[in-house]
């Protein structure tokens, strides 16, 4: 593949250069920051020989080269007359001003970027709640007793003091200090504060304080918080040095904590209790027709972004009104996500997309939809027409039947049924036949609608050598003979199956074949007998190549690139020599998982296509050096 072309190609699919606002690349793929992903010519990149796939993710436009991407990436920036303001560019020079983003896109981004970091403490929380839940139903557990006084206090704790949790969220998302944040909140939700407003005639410095209660709220720390960036960083442009921790925490909290109380604060809570009240009076007035169109298109909302959008509007009604009724109808998306892949693997003729389509569908049914969406109902495009309408059917259903979540759960599928316990159990009963509507409905319409396989019946040997691609570039000869490849644990954690992996390069396989391992521990050794062929700039991902051949990648976490390097300490550089155990990298894994990053690694051998299958060496936990999977050649 000649990759001063492929580069050429890229450039001009993705709009051209006046479409690119910044580009970089990680160890796989370019990632472009689009002025207009509309512009870019998404289905003949896909075509594009060079090109092992494409695909949006977080405002990102990323083209997924392989091994090959420094030198595609090089070649590209060479065929522009400005080098980009990418981390990887040559040069700091922009292609021009800065990319003016859509407000909605921005607000998505802004809601993202608040409550996603936040999600593992008021899930958690809500877990607590609904097995405190469970106990009281079975009557395992009096709700008089000191127990359940103690298990739902750590249940509604995260709740009480949500106001702190998403003051120290917003703040880091806002580029301000965390803790004035968190003092901010802390200060409005104080036990006098509270008992003071409760009162209902207070003033401060002669002005009326409206009464409101600010505990388990959203909306009021939220504007709060953006109006204290302001203030934090004006405050800070004008002190000293030698002053600004002294000066800038106390102005701004001065300013702030009684603004919020006068003004901020009652209005964000006007704002919350309506829209809350709103999402109340539609489901009260409207159900089924909400619920068909809800269940109906949230697998769309997922892909577009657009569900960040809904967070605030379920945490508030979880805060307000003690149920929500989205997560219902995410539940009911998300498993007819999972039935229209099961529809592909009961018609497919074809035994590697029957394994796909089956292990992709129980991971949907599971809440993680993303490998059965990308990876087998968007590609056949039927499916996935008959997983909406799966979702709208279940969605109706639970209309009808009025189901409720009573917790915030971090995925809507079945290990998470828990959320829909309530006073009666039969809010419990109705989502599960809502569940399984979905998944019967979307299966039986995948069925009968069917879909185009691009090789129905496998071949039983090839008719012609297939043309050498950048998917299948290596650094070892096509004509070298593959031997079996033991590859051995790099890190010590819990083994996961590819298609757990949030990221469809590596879900979907296009990137080859092994496994993910949860990391329990911060260091990565050598899983091979070989050399480290390329380390990238960030430290995220290392590529090796054993000494018979097979070529590997090791990507720690997904995403992690956007850490630029922070928090991961390389211990070796390209082009050294290692053996099985020899330390490759050491990361925090603590840190990287509280910037909002998942560590799960993948562990993959890129040259698949000189091994004919990956056997497991069957095991669910690990340690380093412990076989992980053979390359059977």
């Known amino acids: 593949m000649d990759k001063q072309q492929l580069s050429k190609d890229i450039l001009k699919l993705v709009g051209g250069e006046e479409n690119i606002d910044q580009v970089t690349h990680c160890m796989t793929r370019l990632r472009f920051n689009l002025n207009d992903n509309k512009k870019a010519d998404k289905a003949t990149l896909k075509n594009t020989p060079g090109v092992m796939g494409v695909m949006e993710n977080g405002g990102q436009f990323q083209v997924i080269i392989g091994n090959d991407v420094p030198v595609v990436y090089n070649a590209l920036v060479g065929n522009m007359s400005k080098s ?14 800065k990319k003016k983003r859509n407000p909605i896109s921005a607000l998505f981004d802004f809601i993202s970027g608040i409550f996603t970091p936040i999600l593992p403490a008021i899930t958690g929380a809500g877990m607590i709640k609904g097995i405190v839940a469970i106990l009281v139903a079975l009557e395992w557990l009096s709700d008089t007793s000191s127990t359940y006084i103690i298990l739902s206090a750590i249940g509604d704790g995260a709740f009480y003091f949500l106001p702190i949790i998403l003051a120290i969220s917003a703040a880091r998302k806002l580029g301000s200090n965390m803790y004035i944040g968190a003092a901010l909140a802390a200060g409005i939700m104080h036990p006098t504060i509270t008992a003071l407003l409760a009162q209902g005639d207070s003033t401060f410095a002669g002005i009326k304080v409206i009464a409101a209660t600010y505990s388990s709220t959203v909306i009021p720390i939220i504007l709060a918080i953006w109006i204290a960036s302001y203030v934090e960083k004006a405050v800070d442009r004008i002190t000293h040095a030698s002053l600004k921790l002294l000066v800038v925490p106390t102005v701004t909290l001065l300013i702030m904590v009684p603004l919020t109380l006068m003004t901020v604060g009652p209005l964000g809570t006007v704002l919350g209790n309506g829209l809350s009240g709103g999402i109340s009076w539609l489901f009260d007035n409207m159900s089924i027709f909400a619920s068909i169109l809800i269940g109906g298109t949230m697998s769309l909302l997922i892909i577009t972004g657009m569900h960040y959008a809904l967070l605030p509007i379920v945490v508030g009604s979880m805060t307000t ?19 229209a892949a099961f529809g592909v ?7 590697k997309t029957k394994s796909l389509a089956y292990s992709t569908g129980l991971t949907a049914v599971m809440g993680i939809t993303e490998p059965a969406m990308y990876g087998i109902n968007m590609k056949f495009k039927k499916p996935f027409i008959a997983a909406l309408t799966g979702g709208a059917i279940a969605g109706g259903f639970m209309g009808i039947f009025n189901v409720k979540s009573y917790v915030i759960t971090g995925l809507a599928g079945l290990p998470s049924v828990a959320a829909f316990i309530s006073p009666a159990i039969s809010t419990l009963l109705y989502a599960l036949a809502g569940g399984l509507i979905a998944i019967v409905a979307a299966a039986v319409l995948t069925y009968i609608l069917g879909f185009q396989e691009e090789n129905a019946t496998e071949p039983a ?4 050598e297939p043309a050498k691609s950048a998917a299948t570039t290596s650094v070892v000869t096509e004509e070298t003979k593959a031997q079996d490849e033991q590859v051995f644990s790099p890190i010590t954690g819990e083994v996961k199956p590819l298609s757990e992996v949030p990221d469809p390069a590596f879900s979907e396989e296009i990137m080859g074949k092994g496994f993910a391992i949860q990391p329990s521990e911060g260091r ?6 070989g050399t480290v062929f390329s380390l990238s700039k960030s430290g995220h991902a290392i590529g090796l190549v054993s000494d018979t051949g097979a070529e590997m990648l090791i990507h720690i976490g997904i995403d992690t690139v956007k850490l ?4 991961f300490s390389p211990k ?7 053996a099985v155990g020899d330390v490759l990298m050491e990361f925090d894994r603590e840190e990287i998982e509280k910037a909002g990053y998942t560590t799960i690694t993948p562990v993959i051998i890129t040259n698949m296509h000189q091994y004919e299958s990956i056997e497991s060496a069957g095991r669910t936990t690990i340690k380093e050096k412990d076989l992980l999977f053979t390359a059977k050649a």
């Open 84 to 97: 980009p303001n990418g981390d990887n560019a040559s040069s700091g020079a922009s292609t021009g001003e």
């Open 321 to 339: 009104l003690g149920y929500d009724f989205i997560i219902p109808l995410m539940f009911a998306a998300n498993l007819a996500q999972g039935g």
């Open 345 to 351: 693997g009961l018609r497919s003729k074809n035994s």
């Open 461 to 464: 040997a090839p008719v012609a």
């Open 524 to 529: 990565v050794v050598s899983p091979i007998n």
């Open 564 to 567: 630029k390097g922070q928090f």
């Open 572 to 578: 070796v550089q390209a082009g050294v020599k290692v």
